[in-house]
């Protein structure tokens, strides 16, 4: 079974602050997920890797598939980006997705 | 822009009462899931959907549950007999075809809470 740990649990960063979350999981995968919970507590999909590096907007997403970890990255954070940010993994051959327990984001102006 | 919708937001209901929630995903996806959040915990898979069956399901997903996709739109997760511990943030997921290896869409919840 999957472990799925993300640093740090809660994170307060000063407007425009360059922000890094961290994610790594204990077996092989078939992709990574990084999802966006807003405080009412719908989620949302912002990347999903399955090796390499993606970008959308200010959102930076890599992956390091022997080291069995990935980043997310905000540039230039802005209090809008005040979420929880949740990476998941579905292991090879399974339909399913294991979550980490989410990283709590402030971004004060 | 296409979005999972899911039914009710919010419903309460008492102890051993059957609850269905009901979830729309996006129209030309071909894989559904139903995750849950119990309130302060990390979100759990319950099962997926493929192809008019379940192609996996957790431990959570016991005889309690079951999952239907009645007439090629709605998706809906049954609980026959709620329990105290089955309140939670209950999402619905959709996928196009890459399946486990595809981008999920999920709606914005449905939120049960049994007394």
């Known amino acids: 079974k999957n472990e799925v740990e993300q640093s740090p649990q809660n994170l307060t960063a000063q407007e425009g602050e360059f922000i890094t979350i961290n994610c790594s999981y204990s077996v092989g995968i078939s992709a990574l997920h990084w999802l966006q919970q807003h405080p009412g507590g719908g989620i949302v999909s912002l990347f999903m890797l399955s090796s390499g590096k993606k970008k959308h907007g200010r959102l930076i997403a890599t992956i390091n598939i022997q080291e069995k970890h990935s980043s997310l990255h905000i540039t230039a954070s802005h209090p809008r980006d005040s979420a929880v940010y949740i990476c998941a993994v579905t292991g090879a051959g399974s339909y399913q997705l294991t979550f980490g327990k989410g990283t709590k984001l402030s971004v004060i102006p | 822009e296409p979005e999972v919708t899911q039914t009710p937001s919010h419903q309460v209901t008492q102890m051993g009462q059957e609850v269905i929630l009901r979830c729309v995903p996006i129209s030309n996806h071909l894989y559904f899931y139903w995750y849950r959040q119990i309130l302060g915990q990390k979100v759990e898979f319950l099962v997926s959907?493929?192809?008019?069956?379940?192609?996996?399901k957790s431990e959570i997903f016991d005889d309690q549950f079951s999952v239907e996709r009645p007439d090629g739109s709605n998706f809906t997760l049954k609980i026959r007999s709620t329990k105290l511990e089955d309140s939670a943030m209950y999402f619905c997921?959709?996928?196009?075809?890459?399946?486990?290896?595809?981008?999920?869409?999920f709606g914005e919840g449905s939120r049960l809470t049994v007394l």
């Open positions: 959907f493929y192809n008019n069956e379940i192609s996996e």
């Open positions: 997921a959709s996928s196009g075809d890459g399946g486990a290896t595809g981008e999920l869409f």
